[in-house]
Every structure is written in structure tokens, then in C-alpha cells.
């Protein structure tokens, strides 16, 4: 496989407690509109070591510049974060759990204005846009593993007010992002996968949920059952699959689940080739990186829950081959690990670059124990 990658560091003053970043909550989106994607990094707070919660966003301007501005504070996220124009105005805003930031149209030059959709809905690891009522407008759902649980929102015609919430189950800690929702069962309209559990939307108004836990995935770690997912076609045969890695735990797997009716009732699961034990993989995507018309998958380690002994996270991605058989490939050995990953095209060339950043560092690390938020640029020759 022929694809290549050039490693620009795009920031190392993040600030740090004794190696605790608690960075999450990353977005890819061109929060300008000047045609480059920029990407969003926010800290979770934490108020036992007196942190507050601060939200950034790097603006683009070439490879090696990358211009760090301060988008709000008090996100109350955990990790979760998305990209949606919020309020029709053409410009995308971010949402968090239970705040969304409005894009002030010259962010560049003011912070986003801070507003409240849920006083209770602090917390959440997940967060997805997607039209779950079949209304024709993006919803929120948001996945908790506390009292909110697996939770989705409406959006009032005033975004400004309070948002309609709608509880539809138990959550675990994390599972639906970054691409968990779509349609399982094949009858037009989305559900949601939530680990070894599918939820089917029995009306298709998310009025009604049924709960199928028979996807053979998801091990409970230090933070409980926690995975990463896609549903995407991955092998190109009109079908859509599962995508799935484990989280926040070590040794863990990425897999390709077959929908083998195409309803949802029973999963074929292949697992990926590994050459070494993995740690901890809170990344996933899913993109055509060297633009042959077929999809890659690319995930990272952490830089935390490594196996013993191990101090160089890696970055990892399979090349598709054909009939169901996958390569692994070292994308990135340098000492720095990775979590939450945005890929897009970044620089507008054409071809998908890779965003990323710890959740928490090595003393240990590549960059001499810095924080550090991290750009792969694609520079695949073109077929």
C-alpha cells in the first residue's frame, strides 16, 4: 500500500497537572469558512485540582502554522463534542454536553457565546448529530454513564432556549461516537449501537426503543465497557457493517462485524491482524487515505494504559485486501500517543489528513513529557 504521512506538531503549551490533561472533545470543521478544516480541543474540568473546563480551536493557515484561539469556557463535557449549525445561520457552532457554543461568524477575532440547552446534562463521553425523529433535522443524542444515560435531544426553534430531552436507556461509558448511528435493521430509519447492544427505533419517530444485546463486543475496563464505533460499508459490498475497537483498557481489539440478515438479529464478528498488544485505542476512523476507492481503518494508543513495559504508543492503520482480509500498518512510532483522532481533508488537496492529541501524557514521551496536539498531513502520491 502505497500511503504516506509528514507529522506536524501543531501545539506543546497545553497546560498539564503532573501529566493529567483530561483533553477530549474534538471536532474537525471549518469554523471560519476560509475552505481549511480547523480543529477543536477542549479540557475537561476538573475541580479537586482546581481546573476549569476551556474549549480551543487551532485555525489552519498551512502545515506547519496553526493559530490557537480560545472558542468558551465550562463546557461541562466529559469527551463528547460535535460540529452542527446550531441556529440555520450558515456558520457551524459546537455543542458539548449540555452547552453549545454559538459561532460569533468572526471567530478568529471573539470567543463563541456560551449557552445552556440542559441545566442536568453535564458529563457526557459522546456526543452525535444525527436525525434520529426522521424530521429532517439533525438531533443531539449524548451518552452518559450516569443518571442521563443514553439520552436524545430536540432542538427548539429558539436553540437559545432549553432543548426537549428524551431518555432511552441506560449508558454505559462510552460507545455511539464517533459513527454509531445509522440504519441496523433496514427499514429507513436510524438506530442506535451502544457496545453489545443495538438500539432499534421501533417507530422510526425516536418515540420508541428496543434494546437487542446481541453484538458479540465490549469488555469492562478500569471506566467501565467502553468502545469506539462506525457503520460504514468497509468492504465495498453494498452492505453496511460495524466497525468497532475497544477502549480505556488494555489489550484491545478492533473488529468488523457482518450484519448477516441485514435486520440486526445476529452479528459475524472478524477480528483485525495485530502484530503486538495494544493498549488503549480511544480513536477510530474511516476513510479512503490513499485514495484507491477503498477504505482504511486508523486508530491510535494512548498514551495511558499501555501493556507493561510499553512507553511508545502507536498509530496503526489496515489496508482492506479483499475478500474480508485486512493489513496492519505502523503509521506512527515516535513516542506520542493519540486519542479522540479527527480525520479530514484538512489543506484541501484532496487527500485525508489526521487531527489528534493525548488524553494525558508520558513523562516519558516523544516531545519530552509536553502535551501535545498532533497533524498528519496526507501526502500519498495521487493515483
Not at 506536524?8 to 470543521?29: E, R
Not at 435486520?263 to 483485525?272: F, I, T, V
Amino acid at each position: 500500500m502505497d500511503i504516506r504521512f509528514q507529522h506536524h506538531v501543531i501545539d506543546t503549551d497545553l497546560p498539564i497537572d503532573d501529566g493529567i490533561g483530561d483533553y477530549g472533545q474534538t471536532v474537525l470543521v471549518d469554523l471560519d469558512r476560509d475552505g481549511h478544516l480547523d480543529f477543536v480541543v477542549g479540557r475537561k474540568a476538573n475541580h479537586n485540582r482546581g481546573i476549569a473546563s476551556i474549549v480551543y480551536w487551532y485555525q489552519y493557515q498551512s502545515p506547519e502554522r496553526w493559530v490557537k484561539h480560545i472558542l468558551g469556557y465550562d463546557s461541562w463535557s466529559d469527551v463528547g463534542a460535535c460540529a452542527l449549525d446550531v441556529d440555520g445561520d450558515g456558520w457551524p457552532d459546537v455543542v458539548c454536553s449540555g452547552v453549545w457554543y454559538r459561532n460569533p461568524q468572526r471567530p478568529h477575532m471573539q470567543e463563541f457565546t456560551r449557552h445552556v440547552f440542559d441545566p442536568d446534562g453535564a458529563g457526557a463521553h459522546d456526543i452525535v448529530a444525527a436525525d434520529i425523529d426522521g424530521d429532517g433535522k439533525p438531533e443531539i443524542v449524548t451518552l452518559h454513564d450516569g443518571k442521563n444515560g443514553l439520552t436524545w435531544y430536540k432542538i427548539p426553534s429558539d436553540p437559545t432556549q432549553l432543548w426537549e430531552k428524551h431518555y432511552i436507556a441506560p449508558g454505559i461509558h462510552g460507545a455511539i461516537a464517533p459513527g454509531g448511528i445509522a440504519d441496523i435493521d433496514g427499514d429507513g430509519d436510524l438506530d442506535i449501537v451502544c457496545a453489545n447492544t443495538w438500539y432499534e427505533n421501533k417507530n422510526g419517530d425516536a418515540s420508541e426503543w428496543v434494546a437487542h444485546h446481541n453484538i458479540p463486543f465490549g469488555r469492562v475496563g478500569p471506566y467501565g465497557m467502553c468502545v469506539r464505533c462506525i457503520v460504514v460499508d468497509i468492504d465495498g459490498d453494498g452492505k453496511d457493517e460495524l466497525v468497532m475497537c475497544d477502549t480505556d483498557i488494555v489489550d484491545c481489539k478492533v473488529a468488523v462485524f457482518k450484519n448477516l440478515d441485514g435486520k440486526g438479529n445476529a452479528w459475524e464478528r472478524h477480528d483485525l491482524p495485530q502484530s503486538f498488544t495494544y493498549g488503549s485505542l480511544h480513536s477510530l476512523a474511516v476513510a479512503d487515505f490513499n485514495g484507491d476507492g477503498r477504505l482504511e481503518i486508523l486508530v491510535n494508543e494512548q498514551e495511558e494504559l499501555l501493556p507493561p513495559d510499553r512507553e511508545n504508543p502507536r498509530w496503526v492503520l489496515w489496508e482492506y485486501l479483499g475478500a474480508g482480509q485486512y493489513r496492519e500498518h505502523i503509521l506512527l512510532d515516535t513516542r506520542l500517543g493519540g486519542h479522540e483522532c479527527q480525520v479530514g481533508d484538512v489543506d484541501g488537496d484532496g487527500r485525508i489528513d489526521i487531527c489528534s492529541k493525548p488524553w494525558g501524557v508520558l513523562p516519558s514521551n516523544g516531545l519530552g513529557g509536553r502535551m501535545h496536539v498532533d497533524f498528519l498531513r496526507n501526502v500519498t502520491p495521487p493515483k
